[in-house]
């Protein structure tokens, strides 16, 4: 195994704190296949419990099932801003959440949780770990992305039985991520929800818990 040298940690880095939520930014140029096919390779390179990679990628490029799947995306946004309050009510309503119909491609990441049979090792005592594992894979899909230049948008406010239906997944598989992707016209600086004012970015020493929770004292 080779070692990375400063510059590839570097480069790493810059693709990691240089990672977006892209929304409103895609572009129509489509994306070529052999970037594709690197993007999804990462995606499958991603640790997995018992080795098990419960992951299928679906690629939906059909301009009738995006539409329906942004009709489903409505559904449950229109829901989800009745459960939010006064300013925050006012500001979910100015945000675009998601780039279903502006992205060349969007991707269906799913978890099946029968792959490598009812035993996993390592998913004895957690059994969602396999979810967790595809988890992975998103990031890594995501990352890859970024150093590709391509930007990735995850659209969270859908019904995954909707998903299911849309795209004649089977009921036993689980999307886990329905992700926009395509090239963009910028990358933010920021994070949106960052930027205008949903949430700050927590300080990570606030975060973090030496031995025991609430443990904020290193002592070595």
Not at 10 to 21: H, Q, S, T
Not at 32 to 48: G, Q, T
Not at 113 to 125: I, N
């Amino acid at each position: 195994m080779e070692i990375i040298t400063d510059k590839e940690r570097d480069a790493f880095y810059k693709v990691l704190y240089n990672r977006r939520d892209t929304r409103s930014e895609f572009e129509s140029t489509s994306i070529p296949e052999e970037i594709l096919k690197r993007v999804l390779n990462a995606a499958h390179h991603a640790p997995s419990v018992g080795f098990m990679q419960p992951w299928d990628f679906v690629i939906v490029q059909d301009k009738k099932k995006k539409e329906k799947i942004k009709q489903a995306f409505e559904k449950s946004n229109n829901e989800a801003t009745s459960l939010f309050e006064g300013d925050k009510q006012a500001l979910y309503k100015t945000l675009k959440l998601e780039g279903i119909l502006e992205a060349p491609i969007g991707i269906v990441v799913t978890c099946d949780k029968s792959r490598s049979g009812p035993v996993v090792l390592g998913r004895t005592v957690n059994k969602e770990m396999d979810a967790y594992s595809t988890v992975c894979a998103v990031q890594n899909l995501w990352l890859a992305a970024r150093s590709e230049n391509l930007g990735v948008g995850w659209v969270s406010i859908i019904d995954h039985s909707v998903l299911n239906k849309i795209l004649n997944i089977p009921e036993n598989i689980l999307p886990v991520a329905y992700l926009c992707i395509g090239y963009v016209s910028h990358f933010h600086e920021r994070p949106q929800l960052e930027k205008v004012g949903w949430l700050p970015r927590i300080p990570i020493e606030e975060l973090i818990h030496y031995d025991e929770w609430d443990n904020k004292d290193l002592t070595i």
